[in-house]
């Protein structure tokens, strides 16, 4: 199926760490660059990193130097670690394949099978 699972997030204070995890269907890694995206309260869903599958890895500037994007292909799972947490990484946190790899940090508005997404939440 096309169906994803993100999970992993959950309640931290500033400067800690999480590292949120996303099982795909079989073999889709193989095929598509996988992206992680988030959405906070009251604004749009917005590109993080993205992982191709030459396992190229890319950052907003805002992940650059603090987030890492890795891949397992033989558990089909995508990860996310998120260091030195901010209150502006607040956010609801998905996991998306993009057909087209130079648009990797993009929400793909194709896509319809969006997962439930896990919420980060970091307090001061």
């Known amino acids: 199926q096309l169906q994803v699972v993100e999970s992993g997030g959950g309640s931290v204070q500033v400067g800690e760490s999480v590292t949120l995890s996303c099982v795909l269907p079989?073999?889709?890694?193989?095929?598509?660059?996988i992206g992680w995206f988030r959405q906070a309260r009251g604004k749009e869903r917005e590109g993080v990193s993205c992982?191709?599958?030459?396992?190229?890895?890319l950052y907003t500037e805002s992940a650059k130097g603090r987030f890492t994007i890795s891949k397992d292909s033989a558990k089909h799972a995508v990860y996310l670690e998120m260091n030195h947490l901010k209150p502006d990484d607040t956010a609801n946190y998905y996991c998306?394949?993009?057909?087209?790899?130079?648009?990797?940090?993009?929400?793909?508005?194709?896509?319809?099978?969006w997962g439930p997404g896990t919420q980060v939440t970091v307090s001061s």
């Open positions: 992982i191709t599958v030459d396992d190229v890895a």
């Open positions: 079989p073999f889709v890694e193989t095929s598509y660059s």
């Open positions: 998306a394949p993009v057909p087209v790899q130079a648009q990797c940090l993009q929400v793909p508005k194709d896509w319809t099978w």
